[in-house]
């Protein structure tokens, strides 16, 4: 079983569709928390961090669940411009290895 | 902010050679250097991690004496593919840490034929 797991996508979506991607992970030790974004044949880019009290940042929303080791990612108001992949991803301590689900795919048409 | 520069973007080479992937951080220091790589529609996985002047950690199943790591520097670590076989085709990207958070290089696209 992969550390990291998300849903397998891809998501096809309209313009303005609200969108919801799910990740858990298995070592519960894990401390920190993010969603990377990554375009085609580009290096990934830190799209949040992810806290236990939940954040937002525009139209993007981060949950984590510890108890379930459960963690999300919502999308309000789709742009073409967010069609990428989502990756999942999780630290053991901090300063150590960033750890990559294998990401979902979204797709935004007009 | 913090910049990682790598070298090269993409490299074709032919089987049995060695390749050199360069990645330089310009206006911090990386302590640690994380070397990763994908596979096509796969994530990216950690190969090893360098701290500079020691000897890199690979994870289980890399062959360290296939990929050679050097982090002689604060600002400078290197990945050599030894040897490369097609098998070893794969986009290879580091990532320091230093100065604040993690910060990836662009990426090398490597194809052996």
């Known amino acids: 079983r992969k550390e990291v797991e998300q849903d397998p996508g891809p998501f096809n979506v309209p313009e303005g569709a609200t969108v919801a991607f799910n990740c858990t992970y298995s070592?519960?030790?894990?401390?920190?928390f993010f969603w990377y974004r990554q375009d085609c044949r580009k290096e990934p880019k830190l799209l949040m961090s992810v806290y236990s009290s939940g954040n937002e940042d525009g139209r993007f929303t981060a949950q984590l669940n510890r108890a379930s080791q459960y963690i999300s990612l919502l999308i309000r108001d789709s742009k073409l411009s967010d069609s990428a992949t989502y990756l999942c991803v999780v630290t053991h301590q901090a300063g150590t290895a960033l750890i990559f689900g294998k990401g979902t795919t979204l797709s935004v048409s007009s | 902010g913090a910049v990682v520069s790598q070298h090269p973007s993409r490299v074709i080479c032919k089987s049995g050679t060695s390749v050199k992937i360069e990645c330089r951080s310009l206006d911090f220091q990386a302590t640690t250097m994380f070397w990763y790589r994908q596979f096509p529609k796969q994530s990216l996985m950690l190969m090893a991690t360098?701290?500079?002047?020691?000897?890199?950690?690979?994870e289980q199943g890399v062959e360290k004496d296939k990929f050679l790591i050097n982090h002689a520097s604060l600002t400078l670590s290197t990945l050599t593919v030894t040897s490369a076989h097609p098998e070893d085709s794969s986009f290879y990207i580091c990532?320091?840490?230093?100065?604040?958070?993690?910060?990836f290089g662009s990426g090398t696209r490597l194809t052996v034929v």
């Open positions: 360098s701290n500079e002047g020691s000897k890199a950690t690979y």
């Open positions: 070592n519960s030790a894990s401390q920190s």
């Open positions: 990532s320091a840490r230093g100065g604040n958070g993690y910060t």
